[in-house]
């Protein structure tokens, strides 16, 4: 067997061995890579700067701890951005875990020196609804009425009783809605029953497995921008001037990235350059 | 306590990546344990979450009428008994129904007509090339892609000449897809990493 | 004293041609003029809508316009209100309100409404004329949504009409798809190895259409199955699915005449949640050592994980799926794909049932007709004729 041959026999624990290296030990070091900002995420950014202080803004967490990688980060950098700028955030979920994934990233931002400084009070700058069955129905109801299809808050207090749902009925009073999805009920189902009968303004992040597919709703305008994995996290985090989780393993997802490329072009090589040796 | 989880989270995590090196009791003992508690989990969920709040709240506050879904819930269950499964046809009926209802014009709209205007697009754009070419790309991509997914005809002649296009233009896509599909995998083993050495073992903040 | 009358009339004279030679500067902009109000179209009938010709000094000009009040009375002298404000340059404005007579913003159809524009600058301000009465009502049909009744209409006529002439035993012909055409070689390989054949249905429910096809070609592979008696092993991932599928299995197997040789074991249901199942599923890859896999219906992130082991395990592999994210992995990783709508005619292909069939040629016929209209819409908006667009523009 000629290198040619061996390489293509490679045992693949080799590869996961260097996949594991080129992923773990990046972690050890701080490199300020130079993270280009895209129309897509810039369009969003845009769309939430446009939005004056003390605007509604909905926030669906429709992960679970499975895409916590790559939308937790989102989340943290979007409430952060909401907090200094005085926009009001109500959390739901379609999902179980999305009122404790928000409660989660809402752990971290409150503790930050400059949000305490702020000090943005529960009822007041944010309220978590909690979550509630039913997929693309609960965003159908929604357009009729919020208070009834959240009756009570994650900690089961009444949704009337709190402030900043005073006036809220339904998407007429909420200026913005933002959507972390990674999968089913998640941003397609936003766009076609919320967008389109509502003509809310949605702004999306999702899984990169999902943005592929949510890229047609932003040629549309359908969308207004797009957050696609944990790049898409990271470009946002530097458009809001505040780098962060995503920017961090930006260096990680790199040298990664670099490796499977080179994995795949030599792979490629020697797999055509064997079968043409054959051939002869 | 949080650090006897950490470390519980973290032997599992190593338990269930043990699989790459080959399969071992170790990884047998953790993936029986997901299978477990995850089904306990989710019953749990789905208790706490749907059946309470949706059900047994509505039915304490007097609004009975949530019987009618409870009773179709019900006879979506009696699939399991083969002498009366056949009464579960009647829930699937209206479960398949609703959403064929709920989400025809939706889809037609949304994912149909929105998505057709927004490629009837010029193929000539005066002075500006670089989007000339885009719209050439979008407009012979889509239509190709339709040509593939055709069924009433055989890929033969022109018509399987641009059936080939078109299952290059979706392939070329897929492409794209398994590349940003790749980084999320990335992404999600980062965020393992970063708790294995960060979180667990304090090597990284 | 007569004198200084004199005077100072002569003094006023002068001040008053004066002031006419140069007259006071008058700070008010032109008024915003053309006011009218009107019923909102397509809505339901609790708002109006408001429109005016732009102020002359709109943008420009000294007394520069800021902004346009609109004003609301209920009697054309009566005491107007201010119902909203749009920056300059706009010249409409929809009055709205609630729908339930309790909301305080309640606005009532069919009652009369008086409305002025209001043009602004930073320190003054102008009215129009007063315009109305205008009545808000709401519409029986919703005219920005006639294309989607008009397709809605013809794809159920088209379909109603594909299914009547398949049953009335019209051959219809469907390609031939590459992945179908393997299954008889793929189930034949499993015979002569000794091993036993996969079948997932994927992670969706008994409703979903995926499932719904997978089951039809679970059932014409179940039949092959026993006729080579080849076992066969269905984990299922939703209990509902799991009992179709033993009804299935069980009836491809009384097809075959072997019904003796059904084993409802073999069809059993692991775990609801994706991970979990998959793993139990890569164990059973392994431990059983599966010759064939088929990977038909609804998958999510866990796709390229069965493919990968199945590809470890030494299987042939044959998929279909219509989750778009998750066919460029069974696209790399598995022997066959079928890609997207190929599932659902496999199922048309194998099943030959009219309802099948019919469906699937209908949505044929719509996508001929969205092909011919784009391929002529392209073309007619190279030439700004926008004929083909307004055919799918749809106001919600």
């Known amino acids: 067997m000629n290198f040619l041959e061996k390489l293509l026999a490679l045992d693949r624990r080799i590869i996961f061995l260097f996949i594991a ?83 989660s990233a809402l752990e971290i931002i409150l503790n930050e020196p400059d949000i305490k400084k702020k000090n943005p009070k529960y009822g007041i700058d944010y309220v978590n609804l909690g979550y509630t069955a039913g997929n693309e129905v609960v965003i159908e109801r929604m357009g009729s009425d919020i208070p009834v299809t959240f009756p009570k808050d994650y900690s089961g207090n009444k949704t009337e009783d709190l402030l900043l749902m005073k006036g809220v009925k339904n998407f007429n009073n909420i200026d913005f809605v933002y959507n972390l999805s990674a999968g089913y009920p998640g941003t397609v189902e936003w766009v076609l029953f919320g967008v389109d009968p509502y003509k809310i303004k949605l702004g999306a992040g999702n899984t990169a497995v999902q943005a592929p597919q949510i ?66 | 306590m949080e650090r006897i989880g950490i470390w519980i989270a973290a032997l599992l995590t190593l338990g269930i990546f043990s699989f790459l090196y080959k399969d071992n009791p170790f990884y047998k003992f953790c993936e029986s344990l997901f299978v477990g508690i995850s089904a306990g989990y989710w019953f749990v969920t789905t208790f706490w979450q749907v059946f309470m709040p949706k059900l047994a709240d509505n039915l304490v506050a007097g609004r009975f009428y949530y019987m009618i879904g409870a009773i179709f819930g019900v006879l979506m ?9 056949w009464l579960s046809r009647w829930s699937l009926a209206l479960v398949v129904g609703t959403t064929a209802g709920l989400y025809f014009t939706r889809y037609l709209v949304s994912n149909g007509m929105i998505q057709v205007q927004n490629t009837i697009i010029p193929l000539y754009v005066k002075g500006n090339l670089s989007q000339t070419i885009g719209n050439l790309v979008i407009v012979i991509g889509t239509f190709s892609g339709l040509i593939y997914f055709f069924f009433s005809k055989e890929h033969k002649g022109t ?35 970063d708790y294995l050495l960060g979180t667990w073992l304090g090597l990284i903040r | 004293m007569k004198k200084t009358k004199a005077v100072l009339f002569s003094i006023l004279i002068i001040l008053f041609f004066f002031n006419l030679s140069f007259p006071q500067e008058n700070l008010s902009p032109p008024p915003p003029t053309e006011v009218r109000a009107s019923d909102t179209q397509n809505d339901n009938g609790h708002s109006i809508t408001i429109t005016w010709k732009l102020s002359g000094d709109d943008g420009a000009g000294k007394k520069n316009v800021v902004a346009y009040e609109i004003l609301r ?16 340059g706009n010249n409409t404005y929809q009055d709205r309100g609630a729908k339930e007579k309790e909301d305080k913003n309640y606005f009532p159809p069919h009652k009369d409404f008086y409305y002025k524009v209001r043009a602004k600058t930073l320190n003054s301000y102008s009215e129009s004329e007063v315009a109305g009465p205008a009545q808000a009502y709401g519409e029986w049909f919703h005219l920005g949504k006639l294309p989607v009744f008009v397709g809605t209409l013809a794809f159920t006529i088209m379909v109603l009409a594909f299914i009547s002439l398949a049953r009335k035993g019209k051959e219809f012909y469907v390609r031939p798809l590459a992945g179908i055409d393997a299954v008889d070689d793929a189930i034949g390989r ?26 039809t070609i679970l059932n014409r592979i179940a039949k092959k199955t026993a006729e080579h008696k080849t076992k066969i092993i269905v984990p299922c991932n939703d209990p509902i699915v799991m009992s179709v599928a033993q009804e299935t299995v069980k009836a491809g197997y009384l097809d075959a005449g072997r019904p003796d040789m059904y084993k409802e074991e073999n069809i059993f249901y692991l775990t609801s949640m994706q991970f979990a199942y998959v793993a139990a599923v890569n164990g059973i890859m392994l431990r059983e050592q599966t010759a064939t896999n088929f990977y038909l219906g609804k998958f999510y992130a866990e796709s390229l994980i069965l493919a990968e082991t199945g590809s470890v395990a030494g299987s042939i592999q044959i998929s279909g799926t219509d989750e778009i994210a ?71």
């Open chain 2, 77 to 85: 269950l009696l699939r399991l008994f083969p002498k009366i499964g």
């Open chain 3, 326 to 396: 998750q066919i460029p992995f069974f696209v790399a990783a598995t022997d066959f794909t079928l890609i997207g709508e190929e599932l659902y005619a496999a199922s048309a292909y194998l099943g030959r049932e009219p309802l099948l069939l019919g469906a699937l040629k209908a949505q044929d016929l719509a996508k001929a007709i969205v092909m011919i209209s784009l391929a002529s819409g392209a073309v007619a908006a190279s030439f700004h004729l926008d004929f083909f667009l307004r055919l799918f523009t749809v106001q919600m």
């Open chain 1, 215 to 280: 890229y047609p709703y932003l040629n549309s305008g359908q969308l207004v921008g797009l957050l696609g994995g944990m790049k898409g996290g990271a470009e946002f985090e530097i458009a809001t001037g505040k780098p962060a989780k995503a920017v961090k393993f930006m260096f990680s997802q790199s040298v990664s990235h670099a490796l499977i490329c080179f994995f795949i072009l030599i792979g490629n090589f020697a797999y055509f350059a064997t079968r043409k040796k054959k051939g002869a």
């Open chain 1, 21 to 103: 290296i080129a992923v773990a030990l990046p972690l050890f070091f701080t490199v300020k890579l130079h993270i280009e900002v895209t129309p897509v995420v810039r369009n969003l950014h845009n769309a939430l700067e446009a939005l004056p202080p003390g605007s509604k803004v909905l926030v669906s967490l429709d992960y679970d701890p499975g895409s916590m990688p790559e939308l937790q980060p989102m989340a943290e950098s979007f409430f952060r951005y909401c907090f200094m700028r005085d926009l009001k955030i109500i959390i739901i979920g379609l999902w179980p875990n999305g009122p404790i994934q928000a409660n």
């Open chain 3, 73 to 88: 009375s209920e009697l054309p002298t009566g005491e107007f209100v201010v119902r909203g404000m749009v920056p300059a």
């Open chain 3, 190 to 215: 499993a015979t002569e190895m000794g091993r036993p054949i996969l079948y997932i249905l994927g992670l969706g429910s008994a409703a979903d259409i995926a499932t719904i096809a997978s089951f």
């Open chain 2, 159 to 193: 018509f399987g000449g641009l059936a080939k296009l078109g299952i290059w233009f979706l392939m070329l896509s897929f492409g794209a897809s398994f590349g940003y599909t790749v980084m999320s995998r990335m992404s999600l083993l980062i965020g393992r990493m």
